[in-house]
């Protein structure tokens, strides 16, 4: 099994920065992803690393103001979230990548709880 914790949410103003944290109880071999559910929502795709070289990959919609990372000695992956929009209000997610395409999220095994994210016009 695999445990992952989520940080770093909270309430920012338009146009502000948050920064969210994920540790890994374990690493996971192929990668890590973060996805988000606002209210009524499907839980959608945001950014993905591999764990290997680092690729990265992300949604149209947070492509250029989000910014995915990882720290391999410490199983823990980010994500840099800048010029935050009302729209990007969800819980945010984690999860822990194996095989497949990494857009998908039944390429994901593992996930945290959730943190919020809530951003104020």
């Known amino acids: 099994q695999v445990q992952l914790v989520e940080s770093g949410g909270g309430l920012v103003q338009a146009g502000g920065s948050l920064r969210l944290s994920c540790a890994a109880s374990?690493?996971?071999?192929?990668?890590m992803g973060w996805f988000r559910q606002a209210p009524g929502k499907e839980r959608e795709f945001v950014a993905a690393i591999s764990w290997n070289v680092g690729s990265t990959f992300y949604a149209d919609s947070v492509k250029g103001r989000f910014t995915i990372s990882r720290d391999t000695a410490k199983n823990t992956v980010f994500l840099q979230m800048n010029s935050l929009k009302p729209e990007d209000t969800a819980v945010y997610y984690c999860?822990?990548?194996?095989?497949?395409?990494?857009?998908?999220?039944?390429?994901?095994?593992?996930w945290g709880q959730g943190t919020q994210v809530t951003v104020s016009s």
């Open positions: 999860a822990t990548k194996n095989t497949g395409n990494f857009y998908y999220i039944a390429s994901y095994d593992y």
């Open positions: 374990t690493f996971s071999r192929y990668g």
